[in-house]
């Protein structure tokens, strides 16, 4: 296959609802496990948190913020191996702040979120010397 050719199989969108409770991060792990999401991306997100734990910029841990927070956008990859996530949200005062997602944001009353699952590829996570991170890795599907 070429470098700019498309894979078979057009992308599809699933919509979720997490429930009252759910662990943002986790759930959506589970669900890309669950439905076997070997490539996807969370394109939307929007609902409420108590408690969110984000990790910011250049922070080794996450922040626990808890108090009652709308989430404002939701984004990033997803895949059984792992989740890299984004978020902004804004707490009763309108101040917005986001970050990396964590474990620990609690859906408060709903969380809804839009996943597009692109057919025939598969992402991984390895670490990056460059980064000290685990990092995307996308592996092209091969021929059919």
Excluded: K
């Excluded at 991060?25 to 409420?48: K, M, N, P």
């Amino acid at each position: 296959m070429a470098d700019n050719e498309v894979p078979s199989g057009m992308p599809a969108a699933y919509p979720l609802r997490l429930s009252p409770g759910d662990d943002l991060r986790r759930a959506l792990e589970e669900a890309a496990a669950t439905h076997g999401w070997e490539a996807a991306f969370v394109i939307a997100g929007i609902g409420s948190l108590r408690p969110a734990a984000l990790r910011h910029a250049g922070a080794d841990e996450a922040t626990l913020i808890d108090r009652d927070l709308e989430v404002l956008t939701l984004s990033g990859s997803l895949s059984p191996r792992g989740a890299h996530l984004h978020m902004s949200m804004a707490d009763e005062a309108g101040q917005v702040q986001g970050g990396h997602v964590a474990y620990g944001c609690r859906v408060r009353t709903t969380a809804e979120v839009l996943v597009a699952v692109l057919p025939g590829w598969r992402f991984g996570r390895a670490p990056d010397a460059r980064t000290g991170f685990d990092e995307l890795v996308i592996e092209r599907p091969g021929p059919d």
